[in-house]
């Protein structure tokens, strides 16, 4: 079954350091995968994903991710943080074939803090 | 229009209340989704509508009650909750690429729910 799973519930960096949230995917197919974000009370917004077009891939705000098919990674990273970049943000994978039904399976989120 | 929008956007309500939420998208979405989001977790599917009708139900206490009036709208109609039932829920809403497979999903801002 397709899973994936975020390492860390919590990474704190300091204003102005790179950003890295671990991102690891399981699926037996070429999956469909996504970084969001969601700041305190609001709902979920894309940051990037991966549809197998490019294997780095570019967002909004700086961020950037890479698929790496041999280390089944898709790991989020922005060169420099900046204090408005303190949210949760889940990792998420869509995989063609599942079941009979369109799912996104969400990983269990990594909040990251901002140290001035 | 890019936007997913939801009302209210904070609901008490107690026990023996009848309410319900409500979600509109004009972005041409034919999926439209129900999360349930409980403190410091991701978001858990609820139901899902593809072209207007439930593909997915999550086995879903039948307290909560989904309606898809049309494309642009989606409906739970809350009745008789538990105080447990509390939580952030999220709509979204995405194209629908086939039977199996998903591209990414946009979310509105999310109703917060207190059962009393």
């Known amino acids: 079954a397709q899973s994936v799973t975020q390492l860390g519930s919590h990474v704190s960096v300091s204003e102005g350091a790179l950003v890295l949230l671990r991102c690891n995917y399981s699926?037996?197919?070429?999956?469909?995968l996504f970084w969001y974000v969601q700041y305190p009370n609001q709902g979920l917004q894309l940051l990037l994903k991966?549809?197998?077009?490019?294997?780095l891939v570019k967002g909004i705000n700086d961020f950037e991710a890479e698929f790496k098919k041999s280390e089944t990674s898709f790991h989020l990273t922005k060169p420099s943080a900046h204090m408005s970049d303190a949210a949760e943000y889940f990792c998420a994978v869509s995989v063609p074939g599942y079941s009979s039904a369109s799912k996104i399976i969400f990983g269990s989120g990594t909040r990251l803090s901002i140290r001035p | 229009d890019t936007e997913v929008t939801q009302t209210p956007k904070h609901l008490v309500m107690g026990m023996t209340n009848k309410k319900s939420l409500k979600c509109e998208q004009h972005?041409?979405?034919?999926?439209m989704y129900w999360y349930k989001q409980k403190a410091k977790k991701p978001p858990e599917l609820m139901f899902v509508y593809s072209y207007e009708k439930l593909s997915i139900n999550e086995s879903v206490p039948s307290r909560f009650s989904p309606e898809c009036p049309n494309s642009s709208l989606l409906n739970l109609h809350l009745h008789a909750l538990q105080p447990e039932d509390s939580a952030l829920y999220l709509c979204?809403?995405?194209?629908?690429?086939?039977?199996?497979?998903?591209?990414?999903?946009?979310f509105g801002p999310g109703t917060r729910l207190t059962v009393l």
């Open positions: 979204a809403s995405s194209q629908v690429i086939s039977d199996t497979w998903v591209n990414e999903q946009f």
């Open positions: 699926s037996s197919v070429p999956p469909y």
């Open positions: 991966y549809t197998s077009a490019a294997t």
């Open positions: 972005m041409g979405h034919r999926a």
